[in-house]
C-alpha cells in the first residue's frame, strides 16, 4: 500500500519480511471468491499469499511476471538427505539462478512432474493403515503431502 521509491533503501524489516519467490508459483486464485482479480502465490517453503490487482489484465501480468522471475531464481532441486532410517526427506530448493536456459528448463519442470506423477502413483499403491498412529503413517501422510503439493 505505500508508494514505492527508488531512492529509499531497504530496510532490515523490509528485509525480514520480503517473500521469497524462488521455485514458487504465482496462478489465479480460482478457490477464491471474496474479491475480483485475486492471484495466489504458493512459495516453497509452502506459504500461500493472496495478492489483489486493479484489473483482471494486471492481474495476469503479475502472474506472468512473479512466474519468469521465480523461474529465474529455481535452480534445479538438490537430492533429498538419505538416512539409514528410511525417513522422507524434501529435496533441497537453491535460491540461486539458474544455470539453464528457458528451453533445458521447461524439459527439466516437464521430466519432474512426469517422476513426482510416477512417485505418487507409487506412493499410492502402498498405503500404510489408517487408523495407526504410528511414525510410518505420519512419514506416509508427509510425503504424499508434498507429492500432491509439488
Given at each position: 500500500?505505500?508508494?514505492?521509491?527508488?531512492?529509499?533503501?531497504?530496510?532490515?524489516?523490509?528485509?525480514?519480511?520480503?517473500?521469497?519467490?524462488?521455485?514458487?508459483?504465482?496462478?489465479?486464485?480460482?478457490?477464491?471468491?471474496?474479491?475480483?482479480?485475486?492471484?495466489?502465490?504458493?512459495?516453497?517453503?509452502?506459504?500461500?499469499?493472496?495478492?489483489?490487482?486493479?484489473?483482471?489484465?494486471?492481474?495476469?501480468?503479475?502472474?506472468?511476471?512473479?512466474?519468469?522471475?521465480?523461474?529465474?531464481?529455481?535452480?534445479?532441486?538438490?537430492?533429498?538427505?538419505?538416512c539409514s532410517m528410511k525417513k522422507f526427506c524434501r529435496p533441497l530448493l537453491p535460491s540461486s539462478m539458474t544455470k539453464?536456459?528457458?528451453?533445458?528448463?521447461?524439459?527439466?519442470?516437464?521430466n519432474k512432474m512426469k517422476q513426482i506423477v510416477d512417485e505418487l502413483a507409487e506412493h499410492k499403491s502402498h498405503p500404510?493403515?489408517?487408523?495407526?498412529?504410528?511414525?510410518?503413517?505420519?512419514?506416509?501422510?508427509?510425503?504424499?503431502?508434498?507429492?500432491?503439493?509439488?
Amino acid at each position: 500500500q505505500d508508494e514505492y521509491k527508488p531512492d529509499k533503501d531497504l530496510s532490515e524489516v523490509d528485509l525480514k519480511n520480503a517473500i521469497r519467490v524462488h521455485h514458487a508459483l504465482a496462478t489465479k486464485a480460482s478457490d477464491y471468491s471474496k474479491k475480483s482479480n485475486v492471484l495466489k502465490l504458493k512459495t516453497a517453503d509452502w506459504r500461500v499469499f493472496l495478492f489483489q490487482a486493479p484489473s483482471k489484465e494486471e492481474m495476469l501480468s503479475w502472474i506472468l511476471r512473479i512466474n519468469l522471475v521465480a523461474a529465474i531464481f529455481s535452480a534445479p532441486a538438490f537430492p533429498a538427505a538419505i538416512c539409514s532410517m528410511k525417513k522422507f526427506c524434501r529435496p533441497l530448493l537453491p535460491s540461486s539462478m539458474t544455470k539453464l536456459c528457458q528451453e533445458e528448463q521447461l524439459r527439466s519442470h516437464e521430466n519432474k512432474m512426469k517422476q513426482i506423477v510416477d512417485e505418487l502413483a507409487e506412493h499410492k499403491s502402498h498405503p500404510v493403515e489408517k487408523s495407526l498412529k504410528s511414525k510410518e503413517a505420519e512419514e506416509y501422510r508427509l510425503k504424499e503431502h508434498y507429492l500432491i503439493f509439488e
